[in-house]
């Protein structure tokens, strides 16, 4: 189940009654940090999306350090949306890969799993391989 609300209250109601495995999709900064301390759900997908689109900075992967370290601790995987890049246009194509690269060097840090949708494992992991995941980060990247 994913859940796209940008209102936190409604989105933890909706954590409670559905059922595994919880996917919440990305919003702004605050929202993120806010559903990431609740915890309580698997994956939040696509940060990297949300910043192109409050124009905050062209280097701004919409994850850092801090959401990263809040996710691991709560056992929430980042997760990459393979069906939404491949609509992108070429420039926003490459954009978005670089912001996902730079979330995977943060992830590899601060020890955060990995999820990726809308490919097979064999595809995951290239594309993870690709984009300079560890070999580690592979293994243990969830395929939904």
Known sequence: MII???NLEKAKREIKIAQAPIVI???NEEFNRKILEHGNFQILLSPEA???????????SGLNHVL???AARNKVAIGIDLREISKLEKKEKADRLA??????KICRKAKTKLAVSGATNQEAGNLLQS????TQQIKEAIVF
């Open 4 to 6: 796209q609300t940008t």
């Open 25 to 27: 999709q990305a919003q």
């Open 50 to 60: 949300t910043a192109g689109k409050n124009k905050i900075r062209q280097t701004d």
């Open 68 to 70: 990263a370290k809040i």
């Open 99 to 104: 912001k996902i690269r730079q979330n995977i």
């Open 131 to 134: 984009l300079g995941a560890s």
